[in-house]
């Protein structure tokens, strides 16, 4: 096995002195624009064995635009190489990314979006690492219909310095790491996730080609990518089976406020004391397994199986703020979610469940098997939280140890789908009893 990888390793390498192995790989993100076809030698250009990407559309392209629009483009415009594996699995990918802009674009323009797609098929669908002008770093699923989150974490960019980045896919275990090239590599994983909807369209998923890209937007049009120095490399199946999901040691270690990000605070009012006996409130309902009692001080909330358990209430489809007050007691979790019944049938569930493994929290999405983004964080027994959800172009989540604003976990996806319903779901797992004290809506 490791000579197959080295193997890989020098054709993939080699393969930088030819141009004409490279071509444009098609991507499920073809944005808004119209009547556009990306070519490999409008985008991308081979110098020296670098990679150099670029997004000039030009005036011309921007006429058929909305001239306001500054997101009018493309989307990702991706390139890969006829030596790379186009049926990877379980594999490293590595290279150095580097990033230039041409004066006078100053506003938003100084930190372009990089792109690399991996287990892509030949629709474009798959995975799809990217390190955003905020400093967000995502490990998103992408499809024709939809992007869901996998993973995320921050670094600030480097501009005109080479960054290398890594990529580690073992089965449903999704890993990124990016630093500064000069660097010796950090121990911490970047962002790290957990993806097993591969059942749900048999292959695709599970495997598929390696690309190159850039996000081609008009904000991002004066623009410089570069690329160098690609290697995938193979690994194991002894290597697949004993990767650990969420080491202790380098889970990722951002937690809480980022300045201008998608994980700044939200700013609400703390939740008032709503509940004052075991009536659930108007309009609400409660699962099968869940008990609600009159507490000394609120609801008291306990699961009859150890399962989740939530009480529902419903809330408007496009709802700005929502937060409750919770506490826990006798080892039970709490936990915080939304739920959208959808127009054709079905519904989708996001939930934050700050001790889904110890010392971290995790965003969840559908049957809680799948994260969006994990932190640590400390989790106290018998102290107040609030928990808020907040519905914008991302919908940002956080747990907030109250009076304490150091004591925070701050989340951000694009979860839940426009439905006819909406509810907000404050629960409970495991034995014990959840308080709640509060909830508000605006």
């Not at 489809?317 to 979610?337: N, Q, T």
């Not at 996806?413 to 439905?419: D, E, R, V």
């Given at each position: 096995?490791?000579?197959?990888?080295?193997?890989?390793?020098?054709?993939?390498?080699?393969?930088l002195?030819?141009?004409?192995?490279?071509?444009?790989f098609?991507?499920?993100?073809?944005?808004?624009?119209?009547?556009?076809?990306?070519?490999?030698?409008?985008?991308?250009?081979?110098?020296?064995?670098?990679?150099?990407?670029?997004?000039?559309l030009?005036?011309?392209?921007?006429?058929?635009?909305?001239?306001?629009?500054?997101?009018?483009?493309?989307?990702?415009?991706?390139?890969?190489?006829?030596?790379?594996?186009?049926?990877?699995?379980?594999?490293?990918?590595?290279?150095?990314?580097?990033?230039?802009?041409?004066?006078?674009?100053?506003?938003?323009?100084?930190?372009?979006?990089?792109?690399a797609?991996?287990?892509?098929n030949?629709?474009?669908?798959?995975?799809?690492?990217?390190?955003?002008?905020?400093g967000?770093?995502?490990?998103?699923?992408?499809?024709?219909e939809?992007?869901?989150?996998?993973?995320q974490?921050?670094?600030?960019?480097?501009?005109?310095?080479?960054?290398?980045?890594?990529?580690?896919?073992?089965?449903?275990?999704?890993?990124?790491?990016?630093?500064?090239?000069?660097?010796?590599?950090?121990?911490?994983?970047?962002?790290?996730?957990?993806?097993?909807?591969?059942?749900?369209?048999?292959?695709?998923?599970?495997?598929?080609?390696?690309a190159?890209?850039?996000?081609?937007?008009?904000?991002?049009?004066?623009?410089?990518?570069?690329?160098?120095?690609?290697?995938?490399?193979?690994?194991?199946?002894?290597?697949?089976?004993?990767?650990?999901?969420?080491?202790?040691?380098?889970?990722?270690?951002?937690?809480?406020?980022?300045?201008?990000?998608?994980?700044?605070?939200?700013?609400?009012?703390?939740?008032?004391?709503?509940?004052?006996?075991?009536?659930?409130?108007?309009?609400?309902?409660?699962?099968?397994?869940?008990?609600?009692?009159?507490?000394?001080?609120?609801?008291?909330?306990?699961?009859?199986?150890?399962?989740?358990?939530?009480?529902?209430?419903?809330?408007?489809?496009?709802?700005?703020a929502?937060?409750?007050?919770?506490?826990?007691a006798?080892?039970?979790?709490?936990?915080?979610?939304?739920?959208?019944?959808?127009?054709?049938?079905?519904?989708?569930?996001?939930?934050?469940?700050?001790?889904?493994?110890?010392?971290?929290?995790?965003?969840?999405?559908?049957?809680?098997?799948?994260?969006?983004?994990?932190?640590?964080?400390?989790?106290?027994?018998?102290?107040?939280?609030?928990?808020?959800?907040?519905?914008?172009?991302?919908?940002?989540?956080?747990?907030?140890?109250?009076?304490?604003?150091?004591?925070?976990?701050?989340?951000?996806?694009?979860?839940?789908?426009?439905?006819?319903?909406?509810?907000?779901?404050?629960?409970?797992?495991?034995?014990?009893?959840?308080?709640?004290?509060?909830?508000?809506?605006?």
């Amino acid at each position: 096995m490791r000579l197959v990888a080295l193997m890989l390793m020098v054709q993939a390498a080699a393969v930088l002195a030819g141009e004409e192995a490279w071509r444009v790989f098609p991507s499920a993100d073809n944005g808004n624009a119209k009547d556009f076809t990306p070519v490999f030698e409008k985008h991308f250009k081979l110098e020296a064995g670098v990679l150099r990407a670029t997004c000039g559309l030009g005036e011309e392209f921007y006429k058929k635009q909305d001239a306001n629009n500054i997101f009018a483009g493309p989307g990702v415009i991706w390139a890969t190489n006829s030596a790379w594996p186009q049926d990877a699995e379980h594999f490293e990918a590595v290279f150095d990314y580097k990033w230039f802009q041409d004066e006078p674009m100053k506003n938003f323009g100084d930190f372009p979006d990089m792109h690399a797609g991996f287990r892509i098929n030949r629709d474009g669908e798959g995975y799809d690492l990217s390190w955003g002008m905020l400093g967000q770093i995502r490990l998103s699923r992408r499809s024709r219909e939809a992007t869901y989150l996998v993973a995320q974490g921050t670094l600030g960019g480097m501009k005109g310095k080479w960054a290398r980045v890594k990529i580690r896919a073992a089965g449903p275990i999704l890993k990124a790491k990016i630093w500064d090239a000069v660097k010796p590599e950090p121990e911490r994983w970047s962002a790290e996730g957990f993806d097993d909807w591969s059942p749900s369209k048999e292959s695709t998923y599970k495997s598929g080609a390696v690309a190159l890209g850039f996000y081609a937007r008009k904000l991002f049009d004066t623009c410089v990518y570069e690329f160098k120095d690609a290697k995938i490399m193979p690994l194991s199946a002894a290597e697949v089976s004993a990767e650990r999901f969420f080491d202790e040691k380098t889970a990722p270690a951002f937690v809480g406020y980022s300045p201008n990000s998608d994980t700044t605070p939200i700013k609400t009012v703390p939740p008032a004391v709503l509940f004052k006996d075991a009536q659930a409130p108007a309009g609400s309902m409660g699962d099968k397994n869940l008990k609600i009692e009159a507490g000394a001080e609120g609801l008291a909330l306990t699961s009859s199986d150890g399962e989740p358990a939530y009480l529902w209430i419903k809330s408007e489809p496009k709802f700005r703020a929502l937060s409750a007050r919770m506490k826990s007691a006798a080892g039970a979790r709490p936990l915080f979610a939304v739920k959208a019944k959808l127009a054709g049938g079905g519904e989708e569930l996001a939930s934050m469940d700050p001790m889904w493994r110890e010392g971290i929290a995790a965003l969840l999405w559908k049957d809680r098997a799948h994260t969006v983004s994990a932190y640590h964080w400390a989790w106290k027994p018998d102290v107040w939280h609030d928990f808020v959800v907040e519905n914008a172009h991302w919908q940002k989540w956080q747990i907030l140890e109250a009076g304490d604003e150091k004591n925070r976990a701050a989340f951000s996806a694009h979860l839940i789908s426009a439905g006819p319903e909406t509810y907000l779901g404050i629960g409970v797992a495991g034995k014990g009893a959840v308080s709640v004290q509060g909830l508000n809506s605006k």
